[in-house]
Nanobody, 128 residues
Framework: QVQLVESGGGLVQAGGSLRLSCTASGRTFSRYAMGWFRQAPGKEREFVAAISGSGGSTYYADSVKGRFTISRDNDKNTVYLQMNSLNPDDTAVYYC?????????????????????WGKGTLVTASS
C-alpha cells in the first residue's frame, strides 16, 4: 500500500522561505514521478510542481516558477519542495501526490487526473 507523508509546513512572513518534505513507502520510489498540489481556502486544488522518477525532468505551474524548486532523494524515498519569496497567495494546504503508473511524465501530472495517491497535506501560511 502506497503511503505519502508530508512535513515542513508552518507560518512564515511574506518574503520568507519554507521547505516541504514528503516521504513515500509501499513501492519502488525511483520508478514514479512525484508532485505537489495545493488548495487554498475556498478554492479548488491546483497543481504546483512535479518531478520525474530519476529527478532529471521537472515541471512547474506558472505561478511558482522561479520561486519554488522541486527535488528528490531516491535513497531516502523523499521529495522536497523548496519555497522562496512566499506571499499570502501561497497560503494553502500542500499535498504530495504520485501517479498509478510508472514513467508518468511530470507535465502529465499537472492535470491531476493521473494522480492515484495523495498525502494528507501540510498547511503553509504566509502572512503579510
Amino acid at each position: 500500500q502506497v503511503q505519502l507523508v508530508e512535513s515542513g509546513g508552518g507560518l512564515v512572513q511574506a518574503g520568507g522561505s519554507l521547505r516541504l518534505s514528503c516521504t513515500a513507502s509501499g513501492r519502488t520510489f525511483s520508478r514514479y514521478a512525484m508532485g505537489w498540489f495545493r488548495q487554498a481556502p475556498g478554492k479548488e486544488r491546483e497543481f504546483v510542481a512535479a518531478i520525474s522518477g530519476s529527478g532529471g525532468s521537472t515541471y512547474y505551474a506558472d505561478s511558482v516558477k522561479g520561486r519554488f524548486t522541486i527535488s528528490r532523494d531516491n535513497d531516502k524515498n523523499t521529495v522536497y519542495l523548496q519555497m522562496n519569496s512566499l506571499n499570502p497567495d501561497d497560503t494553502a494546504v500542500y499535498y504530495c501526490a504520485s501517479p498509478a503508473l510508472a514513467l508518468t511524465s511530470p507535465q502529465s501530472m499537472s492535470a491531476g487526473s493521473r494522480v492515484a495517491y495523495w498525502g494528507k497535506g501540510t498547511l503553509v501560511t504566509a502572512s503579510s
